[in-house]
Nanobody
Framework: QVHVVESGGGLVQAGDSLRLACARS????????IGWFRQAPGKEREFVAG????????KYANFAKDRFDIDRDNAKEMVYLQMNNLKPEDTAVYYC???????????????????WGQGTQVTVAS
């Protein structure tokens, strides 16, 4: 079992930045793949960014490529999502999720992720 806890959400103004943090514990592996997803009211959960803990291979959703940055600190078993120039449409609950795989770049599919946190709310006011 892997435990996942997100933090760092809040209420910000458009154009501001936020840094979300994802802490994982339990039966973690160096091959863990950690993904960030988000879900806005009335919408499906969507992939934001993902990273493989062992070698830093990453993937971004198209909307995140220019404004978001995913990073990891393996010593602390932490993954961060730096979000810049936030927009009202970024308002959502942001989730961190983990799965364990020995190969491949981060999946963008929610069904591939086995362990999920409770989410952290990000609200961007216009």
């Amino acid at each position: 079992q892997v435990h996942v806890v997100e933090s760092g959400g809040g209420l910000v103004q458009a154009g501001d930045s936020l840094r979300l943090a994802c802490a994982r514990s339990g039966r973690t592996l160096t091959s863990d793949i950690i993904g960030w997803f988000r879900q806005a009211p009335g919408k499906e959960r969507e992939f934001v960014a993902g990273v493989r803990a062992s070698d830093g291979i990453y993937k971004y959703a198209n909307f995140a490529k220019d404004r978001f940055d995913i990073d990891r600190d393996n010593a602390k078993e932490m993954v961060y999502l730096q979000m810049n120039n936030l927009k009202p449409e970024d308002t959502a609950v942001y989730y961190c999720a983990v799965y364990q795989a020995s190969w491949g770049s981060p999946s963008t599919q929610t069904v591939d992720y086995h362990y999920w946190g409770q989410g952290t709310q990000v609200t961007v006011a216009s």
